[in-house]
C-alpha cells in the first residue's frame, strides 16, 4: 500500500457515489449467485438425505426403499417430485417391492415454535412403528426430551391410533393408545401426541384401503434422493 | 513499518480491548448462542470469517470509496461475506447450522463488526487491518467460548458433548436457557472490571514506592 491512490476530491459527483454502490452492489450479487450455485447440490443432498434417514428410522427394518405419495385430484398417487407446500408422505417398500408403511410427516405449534415430526404408520394393523423429531425449539433440558428421553420416543414403537393417541400422566397408562406424558414437559408431549392426530384424522379419508397402496416405482437404490 | 506494531494490533484484541468484556460489543449473538461450547465456537469462527474478509477489502479499497457512501459500502461487503459464511455453513455442517438458526444472517448487524470497518479497517493499511480484524475476532471468540463453556459444563454436565461427571450430576438447566447467559457474563464482567481495578491499585502501589525510594 505504499502507492498512495488517488486523492479524494472533497465532493464527488453523484455519479461517482451511484457507480460505486452500483459497482459493489453488482460484484456482491456475482459473489452471491456463485456461492449459491456451488452449495446448492450439497445442500440437497443433505436433506433429501435426512429425509431417507429418517423415513427409514419410524419403518420397521425390513424397508429398504421409498417414493413421495400424495393426493391429487382424487387419487392416492406416486409423483417424482411433490410440489412446493403439497402434503406429502412418504410409502415404504421391503426389497420386493411391496408397500409396508407410510412416513407421515406432520407439524405443528410445541411450547415455543413449530413442531416438525415425522412417524411411521402401518395402515393394516392402523399403528404408529416409529416417530422422530425433525425440527424443534423447545426448551432445552425439558421440551427437549420430546426427542432426547428415549423412553418417550419409544412409547411411539408400537401405538395404536384407535380411537385416537392420549397422553397421560406417568404410570396411569393402561391401553394400547396411551402414551406417557413427559414430567415437566407435558405441553411438548402432548403437543406432539397431537400433531400426530391431527395429521392422521387429515390423511384418514385420503390414504387407499390397506393392500391397495400404490406399487413401488422405479430403482431401489436411488429412489428417494429426488432432486 | 515497525514488525511490533501488527502484533499489537493482534493483541489488543485478545485482551486489552476485548470486544466484549471491554468493549461490550455484539451482546445479541453473545447472549443468545453460547449454550454451548461447540455453538459458540461455529459462531466465532462465521464471525471472523466475515469480520476478517470485510476490514481486508474495506482496507483495501478505502481511497476508492467515497467517505458519503462507506456505511452502505461496508454494509454490502460484510452482507456478502455473511451469505457465503451462511450458505458453507448449510452445507458443510446442517446440523450446526440449524442450532445458531438466524444468529448467522444477523452477523450482518453485529455492530463489532461495522464499528471496526469505520473505527479501524477504513483508515489503516491493509496488513494492520487484517491483524486487528484477526485479534478482535480472536477476542470475540474466546468471549464466547469462556461462556459456551461455562454454560455447558454447569448446564448440560459436558464440553463439546462429552460427559463430564458421573449420573448423579443434575445440571444446572437454567444455565443453558437465555437467564443463564445473562448470569454467566455479569460474573465473567465482574471479574474482568476486579481485574482491573486490582491491577491499577497494583500500579498506583509500584508507583508510591518508587517516589518514596528515590
Known sequence: MSTEALKQSPAPSSLRLVMTLAIAGLVSGVAIIGIYESTLPTITANKARELREAVFKVLPDDVSAMQPLVYRDGTFMTVEEPEKDEPVVYGGYDEQGDFVGYAMPGAGPGFQDTIALLYGYLPGEKKVVGMEILESRETPGLGDKIYKDADFVAEFSDLSVEPEIVALKKGTTTQPNHVDAITGATISAKAVVRIINETHVAWAEKLPAPGTEPPFEGEPADNGTAQ | ?214
Open chain 2, 1 to 214: 513499518m515497525k514488525k511490533n506494531e501488527s502484533y499489537e494490533e493482534f493483541v489488543k484484541g485478545i485482551w486489552r480491548d476485548n470486544p466484549v468484556f471491554v468493549q461490550v460489543l455484539g451482546m445479541c449473538p453473545m447472549l443468545a448462542v453460547t449454550n454451548s461450547a461447540i455453538n459458540a465456537i461455529a459462531m466465532g469462527m462465521a464471525s471472523m470469517f466475515v469480520l476478517v474478509g470485510s476490514s481486508f477489502l474495506v482496507s483495501l479499497f478505502r481511497h476508492v470509496i467515497p467517505k458519503q457512501v462507506r456505511i452502505s459500502c461496508f454494509i454490502i461487503i460484510i452482507a456478502t461475506f455473511v451469505t457465503i459464511a451462511d450458505y458453507t455453513l448449510l452445507a458443510l455442517v446442517p446440523g450446526v447450522h440449524k442450532e445458531l438458526g438466524a444468529f448467522i444472517p444477523l452477523i450482518v448487524a453485529n455492530c463489532l463488526i461495522l464499528g471496526r470497518q469505520e473505527a479501524f479497517a477504513s483508515r489503516y493499511p491493509t496488513r494492520l487491518a487484517v491483524m486487528d480484524a484477526l485479534g478482535m475476532a480472536g477476542g470475540f471468540m474466546l468471549a464466547l467460548f469462556s461462556l459456551g463453556a461455562v454454560r455447558e459444563i454447569l448446564g448440560d454436565g459436558a464440553l463439546f458433548g462429552f460427559r463430564l461427571f458421573s449420573e448423579n450430576f443434575e445440571p444446572w438447566i437454567v444455565m443453558i436457557l437465555p437467564p443463564g447467559g445473562f448470569l454467566t457474563l455479569g460474573v465473567i464482567l465482574l471479574f474482568f472490571n476486579w481485574f482491573k481495578y486490582k491491577k491499577d491499585e497494583f500500579l498506583a502501589d509500584v508507583a508510591e514506592a518508587e517516589r518514596s525510594g528515590s
